[in-house]
């Protein structure tokens, strides 16, 4: 079985500091590992994906991520937000079934908030 | 037309009208899926095709009917919903080279649907 934990449910900062949105998880395989973003009234967009490459990811708009296994980590990053960061970001694990088959849960999200 | 659509993008409907929601996916995907996004809750997965068979239903109610009659489109068929129904149903599309590994889904902007 599988799950994910996203540790805050809201997130602000201001304009031009770091940004850390943790996500920890729980999985019985070789998970893949992806953070989605959603801009209000959008759709789901990934951000980047960890799948058993390099532990450091990077993805679009200078995030990254971090895979810590010893940790079961999955926080992501940005050293400097920007206004259009604000949005929801989904912290998603797609682990191996009994079945074979890989299914995907997803974290409730944590509301990231910029302010001027 | 690129990536996932999905029409109409909002909805308001009786709990005694029949309605249909549509996606379609212009990715050469060859699996699809529909979730539902409630406030303050987690993604929820309703249904999944892959290669045009349903192969997942997560005890969805029966007033939720899902066809997909190829893998570029996706239809949710709705009748006699009720007011908690009311959400945002979001549809993916995924390529699956076989049933032992679902990869990265790419979602469409979703259907506002309010049911009075």
């Known amino acids: 079985a599988q799950s994910v934990t996203q540790l805050d449910s809201h997130v602000s900062v201001s304009e031009g500091t770091p940004v850390l949105l943790r996500c920890n998880y729980s999985s019985s395989y070789s998970p893949s590992l992806f953070w989605y973003v959603q801009h209000p009234n959008k759709g789901l967009q990934l951000l980047l994906k960890?799948?058993?490459?390099?532990?450091l990811v990077k993805g679009i708009n200078g995030f990254e991520a971090e895979f810590k296994k010893s940790e079961t980590s999955f926080h992501l990053t940005k050293p400097s937000a920007h206004m259009s960061d604000a949005a929801e970001y989904f912290c998603v694990v797609s682990d191996q079934e009994d079945t074979g088959r890989r299914a995907l849960t997803f974290g409730s999200g944590t509301r990231l908030q910029v302010q001027p | 037309e690129t990536g996932v659509t999905q029409t109409p993008r909002h909805l308001v409907m009786g709990m005694t009208n029949k309605k249909s929601l549509k996606c379609e996916q212009h990715l050469g995907h060859n699996a699809m899926y529909w979730y539902k996004q409630s406030a303050k809750k987690p993604l929820e997965l309703m249904f999944v095709?892959?290669?045009?068979?349903?192969?997942e239903n997560n005890s969805v109610p029966s007033r939720f009917s899902p066809e997909c009659p190829n893998s570029s489109h996706l239809f949710l068929h709705l009748h006699t919903l009720q007011p908690e129904d009311s959400a945002l149903y979001l549809c993916a599309s995924s390529q699956e080279r076989d049933m032992s590994g679902f990869y990265e889904q790419f979602f469409g902007p979703g259907t506002r649907l309010t049911v009075l």
């Open positions: 960890y799948t058993s490459a390099a532990t």
């Open positions: 095709y892959s290669l045009e068979e349903r192969v």
